[in-house]
């Protein structure tokens, strides 16, 4: 079994995201991912019952991923030996163009065109959900002002996970700032049994993560840059 929210997502999340007892194409078969503590695809625990964080390709939050992985890869954790894929990362989606789009029209004009419309349904129509329209027909209607940019930067989010864009993305809504400092969560991966493991716990990290505002927001301006246009001031916090 496993836990109700996994259960009834659009095709995306079980596209993209491998979760305990879910499946998972891999090594050219098809395996149900236990992700449990010290089972298969779980964390690694000592003795003494404390995950091992030493051990390489073990899971940080009870989930794994599963988008771009061919279903040829597998490792063995006994040689230490993997086959792999080589696939061609893309550096720019058109799927990406079509989310840009939406979002400029929507924060130019405060709503979205019919070819904002057209270009979020060709990216609902590819992953097998209904268009946008149809979707929020069903609450009333597509939402308005401040409420419809959540959803856009969620369709975004959605479609471009894992594709290095969000760190960006949170930046330029100036969400950065509040996400970037949250404690990540986890389930609780010492847990064994289904009633222990489901238990929501802060994410075990090896460092600790710090985001200064304002000074992450921005980038560096290179000193060879600043040497120069003497014009040019460096940003906040360099």
């Not at 009333?140 to 969620?154: M, N, S």
């Not at 969000?166 to 010492?190: H, Q, T, V, Y």
């Not at 985001?211 to 120069?228: C, D, G, R």
Request: charged share 25%; proline share 4%.
């Amino acid at each position: 079994s496993t836990a109700l929210l996994h259960r009834n997502r659009e095709p995306r999340f079980y596209a993209s995201i491998g979760y305990d007892r879910g499946l998972m194409d891999i090594n050219n078969t098809t395996i149900s991912l236990h992700c449990r503590g010290d089972e298969a695809q779980g964390a690694y625990l000592t003795s003494s019952g404390v995950i091992d964080v030493s051990k390489e390709y073990q899971t940080c939050t009870g989930y794994c991923l599963k988008k771009y992985l061919h279903k040829s890869v597998y490792y063995n954790p006994t040689t230490r030996k993997m086959t792999y894929k080589t696939i061609v990362f893309p550096l720019l989606r058109l799927s990406e163009l079509y989310l840009n789009y939406a979002e400029a029209d929507f924060e130019y004009n405060g709503t979205l065109s019919q070819k904002s419309l057209t270009y979020l349904n060709k990216i609902r129509t590819r992953c097998g959900l209904p268009n946008f329209e149809d979707s929020w027909s069903l609450v009333g209607g597509i939402p308005k002002g401040e409420e419809l940019r959540k959803v856009l930067h969620q369709e975004r989010s959605i479609e471009l996970l894992y594709e290095e864009r969000r760190f960006w993305d949170i930046r330029r809504w100036g969400e950065a700032s509040e996400i970037m400092n949250k404690k990540p969560k986890s389930w609780n991966l010492k847990g064994k049994t289904q009633n222990d493991f489901y238990q929501l716990s802060t994410m075990q990290e090896v460092g600790t993560r710090i985001f200064e505002s304002p000074k992450n927001i921005w980038l560096a301006i290179p000193l060879v840059a600043l040497n120069v246009n003497k014009n040019l001031v460096q940003n906040p916090g360099y």
